[in-house]
């Protein structure tokens, strides 16, 4: 899910990055987040991220036709409402999109707009299966990855400067701090992946639907990319990883066996 080509708030990212550098670097801080007890790294504040989020989606909605097909649209909300509520998050400007192309993907921006292609709705099997993908949309969301994947970028961006020019200062310290880092963006990326799967499932359980659905979801994915590209394999999970992951995560909680 999530593939970074899919979503079109990350070339929005890349570029505002590269242009906030050095001055976004004033705000560094590290939060914790309340949702996954996990320190992050976040430079940036919501309502600038709900700002480039609301500017990507306008985009999205302008490019890529909506699915006319009524039903499942409002199956695809009544799903993701539930789920929501699942994560306490019922409050949030949801809006959950069918469009109409054949990817087997979906994609999340921050403050809630879920985007959902066809594809993948046709290979999902039943509500539960669903409420895999939009678990794990949503855990994105609330594990605040976008914030932090864009603040990996600008810190990055700041640490290539910063080696050339100015390297005594607090920007600076933080910037080559963060600069060690640079290698390990991809690891870190599929660090994400597996972490909105886990809270996917929480949130799934929260809401009444079954998680062990998530391993025949992964499961029917992973057969569909028997011959994943590159790209796919080097920022996600490994499928059979992944559904080997759920399923222990799955035990681990109690909501097993799977
Ligand atoms: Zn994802």
Same mark, same amino acid.
């Given at each position: 899910? =999530?593939r970074? =080509?899919?979503?079109?708030?990350?070339?929005?990212?890349h570029?505002?990055a590269?242009l906030a550098?050095?001055?976004?670097?004033?705000l560094?801080a =590290?939060?914790t987040?309340?949702?996954t007890?996990?320190?992050?790294l976040?430079?940036?504040?919501?309502?600038?991220?709900?700002?480039l989020a609301l500017?990507?989606w306008a985009?999205?909605?302008?490019?890529?036709p909506r699915?006319?097909?009524p039903?499942a649209?409002?199956?695809?909300?009544r799903?993701?409402r539930?789920?929501?509520a699942?994560?306490n998050?019922p409050n949030e400007?949801?809006?959950?999109?069918l &469009?109409?192309?054949?990817?087997l993907?979906?994609?999340?921006?921050?403050g809630?707009k879920?985007?959902f292609y066809?594809g993948l709705?046709?290979?999902?099997?039943?509500d539960?299966?669903?409420? /895999?993908?939009l678990g794990h949309e949503?855990g994105?969301?609330?594990?605040?990855?976008?914030a932090?994947?864009?603040?990996?970028e600008?810190?990055?961006?700041?640490a290539?400067r910063a080696?050339g020019?100015?390297?005594n200062?607090q920007v600076?310290?933080?910037a080559l701090g963060?600069g060690?880092?640079?290698?390990?963006?991809l690891p870190?990326?599929r660090?994400q992946?597996s972490?909105a799967?886990?809270?996917g499932?929480?949130?799934?359980?929260?809401?009444?639907?079954a998680?062990?659905a998530?391993?025949s &979801?992964w /499961?029917r994915m992973q057969a569909q990319?028997?011959?994943?590209?590159?790209?796919?394999?080097s /920022?996600?999970?490994d499928?059979?990883?992944?559904?080997?992951?759920l399923?222990?995560y799955?035990n681990?909680?109690?909501?097993g066996?799977?």
């Amino acid at each position: 899910m =999530c593939r970074d =080509c899919a979503n079109p708030l990350d070339a929005l990212l890349h570029r505002r990055a590269v242009l906030a550098g050095l001055g976004a670097l004033g705000l560094a801080a =590290c939060a914790t987040n309340p949702e996954t007890g996990r320190s992050q790294l976040i430079l940036v504040d919501d309502a600038q991220m709900g700002q480039l989020a609301l500017e990507a989606w306008a985009q999205q909605l302008h490019r890529t036709p909506r699915w006319n097909n009524p039903s499942a649209q409002q199956r695809l909300e009544r799903i993701g409402r539930r789920i929501a509520a699942g994560a306490n998050r019922p409050n949030e400007a949801w809006e959950f999109v069918l &469009f109409d192309r054949p990817d087997l993907n979906a994609f999340v921006l921050p403050g809630g707009k879920v985007g959902f292609y066809r594809g993948l709705w046709e290979l999902a099997q039943g509500d539960d299966e669903i409420a /895999t993908v939009l678990g794990h949309e949503v855990g994105h969301v609330t594990g605040r990855h976008a914030a932090e994947r864009y603040s990996r970028e600008v810190a990055q961006q700041s640490a290539l400067r910063a080696a050339g020019a100015v390297t005594n200062n607090q920007v600076a310290l933080a910037a080559l701090g963060l600069g060690a880092t640079v290698g390990l963006s991809l690891p870190f990326s599929r660090d994400q992946e597996s972490e909105a799967d886990r809270l996917g499932i929480n949130y799934m359980h929260a809401a009444g639907f079954a998680p062990r659905a998530a391993i025949s &979801f992964w /499961t029917r994915m992973q057969a569909q990319r028997g011959a994943r590209p590159p790209q796919f394999l080097s /920022t996600h999970p490994d499928p059979a990883n992944r559904v080997a992951a759920l399923g222990a995560y799955i035990n681990e909680r109690g909501w097993g066996p799977v």
